[in-house]
C-alpha cells in the first residue's frame, strides 16, 4: 500500500471474543469488534527506541514463511492462535513486573498479527501497564484467562485502551487477583492498512493492592471519581478510570426491577455442545404457536414459548461445520434464513418450519445465491415487502446491502438489487427495512443502515435496480453503530454504539436518537443511559417502550412517550458476574410475540423468557405528556401547574405556549373547555375519562 503524509481512517479490531473456537487465527472471521480511528501516517517515520535491557519480540513479520506462513502468529499468537480453546501457554510472551517489551503488531492483506503476553500474579496485585506507539495507533487489551482446561477456553476483556500514532500513550490500571492474565496489543485496523512490523513499546509496573481486590458481583460503574489509586471498597476500574459503582444482585440471582423470569433454556440443553450464544428472533406459527429462534456457535436453535414457563427445544439446524460467534437469523412465511460471517461460511441457510408444531424443523438448502455467496454479518427481513436483505456480506465486498425476493422464490431466492454508497467502505453492520404506507413516503421502501464509523446512512431501496442514498447522520461521539430501531411512527430512530463505551468515548453508557421525520435531513436529537457504562448491543421498540440488550447489564426497558424526557422503567441483569464494558451476557432481545412476552439471548446462558407486565405498568401517563405533551415550558413531560394555566389560557385565545397540542379531550377538533382542565387536573389522580 502506497501512502502519502496525512491523516486515515481506519477500522479498529477490539477482538472481542468469547470463548470459542472462532476466535480464530486473526483472520476476518474471528473479529467481533470493529470501530473507526484516525491515524496519522508520517512517511518519515516515528521511530522508537527500545529500553537497554528491553525484551525483543524478535518475531518475523505477519505472512512470512517462518511465522506460520498464513499470518498465524507462532511466536505469541495467543488465544489467537488455533486451534483455540486449547491454546498452549507457550503461544503467549511472558510478562512480568518491570519488564519493559519492544514489539511489533500489523493487519494487512487480510491478515493480523496481534501479541499475547502472559502475567501470572501469585498473591494480590496492582498493574500499571503502559503502551507506547509508532507511526501507527494500537490497542492495548487486559484479559482475563479463567484457564477452564485451557488458557483460552473461557477468557473475557476486562478493559482496552487505544493509543494514536507516533508517540500515542495510553495506560492500563488494575488490581489482579491471583490468576492468570494477558495482555493484548493489536493493530487498530481490521485486516488493512496497518503494514506488518508496526512497533509498539509496552511497559509493565507492579505494585501492592492497598485493599482487597474488589469482586464487582452485581455491581454498576455509575461515576468518575477523583482517586488515582482506584482501591476503595466501592471503585472500581472501568475502561482506564476509576468509577463508584453500586451493587445489587441478590446472593445467587439475577438483579431485576419490573421484569419476571419466565424460563431460561440454557447452551446446554441444545445439541452440539454449543461454546456460545448469539441472534434471537422470533416465529409464529399459522395454528398460532409461539417460538424464540436463537443462534449458537455450532448451529441454530428452535423453541417453543407457548408456555412460556415451560419452554421446549423442538428443532435444531447445524452450521455445517463452521462455528463462530457470529450467526443471525430471521424469518419470513414459514422459512427461516441464516447467514453467518465467520470462516469461510457456507452461504444462506433456508429452513422449513411448516413442520414445527409437530416437531420437526428441515433445512431444506444452503445456497450462494448464484454469487458465489459465503458470509454476511447480518440480516433484515422486510416481512411487508417481502424482501430480505444481506449487510455486509462478501458479494459486496463486505459493503452495502444486498436484496433477495423471497416472495419470487422463499427457498432459492433471487438477488434483485445491490447498493454501495458512492463513499467508500460504508458498512452496512446492521439495518431495519421499512414499507411506508402512509405520508409523504407511501410507497417507498427505507433501509436505515447503521454503518459502524459511518453513523447512519438511510437507503430508498424501492427500486431494486437503483437503491440509493438519501442522506446519512453523524451523531456525536460516533465511534461504532451498531443497530438500532425506529419508533412505531417513524418519526425517531434510535441508536447503540457498541464501540464508544468500550474506547473510552463517552464515560456511561449511552444511546442515541435520531429525528427521522424527514428522510432526506435526519438529525440528532439527544442521549439517554440507563446508567452505568456496560456496552450496549441490539435493540428493539414495542409501543411507547425501548428494550435494550446491553451485554454485561442484560435486558434495560424504557419509556419512550415522551422524546424529551426517555426514562428508565425495568431491567434484567442476566450475567451477575460484573457490569463492565465487555462483550459477555445479553446479547439480542425480541419483543414481537402477540402474547407479549419479551425474548432475549445471552452469550452464556442461552434463552431467557420474561414477563415485563410489572415494567410497562409502572409508566404514569403524566409523565408521558398526557394525551400528547401539554407542558408549556419547553414540554418537560410533567403536568403540573404551568399545564393548567396553559389550557385556561386557551379561552382567552392568548395560547402563550409552544406545544402543538393543548386540547386533551376531543382529539384537537372541539376546542378547549371544562373536560380539557379537568383531564389534565385529573393527571394527578386516575378518575376522569375523557367523555366519548
Known sequence: MNRIAGRYLVIAAAALISPSAAIGNDSPAGVDQESAHVFTFDPTGCPLTCDPGAIIENEPDCGAASNGGDGTDSVNGGCSWPPCPGCPLDLFSPIACGDSYCGSFGADGGIRDSDWHLLEPAVPTGITATLRTGDTAASLQLWDLADVGGPCDSIALLVGQTAPACGGQVTINRCLNPGRYALRVT????????????????????????????????????????????????????????????????????????????????????????????????????????????????????????????????????????EGIHREVQTYGEYAYIVTDDGPGVGLQVVDLTGIDGNVVTRVNTTGLGAGFQTAHTLFANRDSGYLYLNSSNITGREGLVALDLSADPVEPPIVGTWIDVVP????????????????????????????????????????????????????????????????????????????????????????????????????????????????????????????????????????????????????????????????????????????????????????????????????????????????????????????????????????????????????????????????????????????
Open 425 to 692: 467502505n460504508v458498512d452496512c453492520h446492521d439495518s431495519q427495512v421499512v414499507s411506508y404506507t402512509s405520508g409523504p413516503y407511501a410507497g417507498r421502501e427505507i433501509a436505515f443502515c447503521f454503518a459502524e464509523n459511518n453513523g447512519l446512512y438511510i437507503v430508498d431501496v424501492t427500486d431494486k435496480a437503483n437503491m440509493f442514498t438519501l442522506s446519512s447522520e453523524i451523531y456525536p461521539n460516533v465511534t461504532y453503530t451498531h443497530q438500532g430501531w425506529l419508533s412505531e411512527d417513524r418519526q425517531y430512530l434510535f441508536i447503540n454504539d457498541e464501540a464508544d463505551e468500550f474506547n473510552g468515548v463517552v464515560p456511561q453508557t449511552l444511546s442515541y436518537i435520531i429525528n427521522v421525520a424527514d428522510l432526506s435531513n435526519p438529525f440528532y436529537v439527544s442521549a439517554f443511559s440507563p446508567g452505568g457504562c456496560a456496552t450496549d448491543h441490539n435493540e428493539m421498540v414495542r409501543g411507547d417502550f425501548l428494550f435494550e440488550a446491553n451485554y454485561t447489564t442484560g435486558l434495560q426497558i424504557f419509556s419512550i412517550c415522551n422524546i424529551n424526557n426517555v426514562q428508565k422503567i425495568g431491567y434484567f441483569d442476566t450475567h451477575p458476574e460484573n457490569n463492565a464494558v465487555g462483550f459477555d451476557g445479553m446479547w439480542g432481545v425480541d419483543t414481537r410475540l402477540p402474547s407479549g412476552v419479551v425474548i432475549c439471548s445471552d452469550r452464556q446462558r442461552g434463552l431467557f423468557v420474561f414477563d415485563v407486565t410489572a415494567a410497562l405498568a409502572s409508566v404514569n401517563p403524566a409523565a408521558c405528556g398526557l394525551f400528547g405533551d401539554i407542558a408549556p415550558p419547553g414540554g418537560d413531560g410533567i403536568v403540573d401547574l404551568n399545564d393548567i394555566l396553559c389550557v385556561l389560557d386557551g379561552f382567552a385565545n392568548q395560547l402563550n405556549c409552544p406545544d402543538a397540542d393543548l386540547i386533551p379531550c376531543g382529539g384537537g377538533g372541539d376546542g378547549i373547555d371544562l373536560n380539557d382542565i379537568l383531564a389534565v387536573l385529573d393527571a394527578f389522580s386516575a378518575d376522569y375519562a375523557c367523555p366519548p
Open 187 to 322: 493493530s487498530n485496523a481490521v485486516f488493512f492498512g496497518i503494514p506488518c512490523g508496526a512497533e509498539y513499546n509496552l511497559y509493565m509496573e507492579c505494585g501492592p493492592c492497598l485493599g482487597a481486590c474488589l469482586d464487582i458481583n452485581g455491581c454498576t460503574c455509575t461515576d468518575d471519581v477523583a482517586d488515582t489509586d482506584c482501591i476503595g471498597p466501592a471503585e472500581q476500574w472501568s475502561n482506564g478510570r476509576c468509577c463508584a459503582i453500586e451493587c445489587g444482585t441478590p446472593p445467587g440471582g439475577y438483579a431485576s426491577s419490573g421484569v419476571t423470569l419466565l424460563s431460561q433454556t440454557d447452551l446446554s440443553q441444545f445439541p452440539d455442545n454449543q461454546n456460545i450464544g448469539a441472534a434471537v428472533t422470533h416465529y409464529v406459527s399459522p395454528a398460532g404457536q409461539e417460538y424464540g429462534i436463537m443462534t449458537f456457535s455450532k448451529g441454530t436453535g428452535f423453541v417453543r414459548v407457548t408456555g412460556p414457563g415451560s419452554p421446549e427445544v423442538v428443532g435444531y439446524t447445524d452450521g455445517e461445520g463452521i
